[in-house]
């Protein structure tokens, strides 16, 4: 079992910053990727970036993608997602997930947070 805490979610005016955080404990080593999802009011949870536990490799959603920067601490019991340029579209809930296979699918992640709400006003 991989234990996953966020935080660091809040409101935030158009065009500002939040940094999300995602403690990590449990069975990490089964951590291969782990994620940034989120969902807002009345519509699917969607994926919004991954990172490759080993190599930092990641991936981005195409409406993150310039703004929103995933990465993970040296120790390897936090992972963050720092949000820049925000716009109303990206207010949501965001999760933090952890999955063992190298994958972008909601449905390979088999571990996930409580979430944490972002309000990105106009």
């Known amino acids: 079992q991989v234990l996953l805490a966020e935080s660091g979610g809040g409101l935030v005016q158009a065009g500002g910053s939040l940094r999300l955080s995602c403690a990590i404990s449990?069975?990490?080593?089964?951590?291969?990727?782990m994620g940034w999802f989120r969902q807002a009011p009345g519509k699917e949870r969607e994926f919004v970036a991954t990172i490759r536990w080993s190599d930092r490799s990641t991936s981005y959603a195409d409406s993150v993608k310039g703004r929103f920067t995933i990465s993970r601490d040296n120790a390897m019991n936090t992972v963050y997602l720092q949000m820049n340029s925000l716009k109303p579209e990206d207010t949501a809930v965001y999760y933090c997930?952890?999955?063992?296979?190298?994958?972008?699918?909601?449905?390979?992640?088999?571990?996930w947070g409580q979430g944490t709400q972002v309000t990105v006003s106009s």
């Open positions: 997930a952890s999955s063992y296979y190298y994958s972008t699918r909601k449905s390979d992640f088999d571990s």
């Open positions: 449990g069975r990490t080593f089964r951590s291969n990727t």
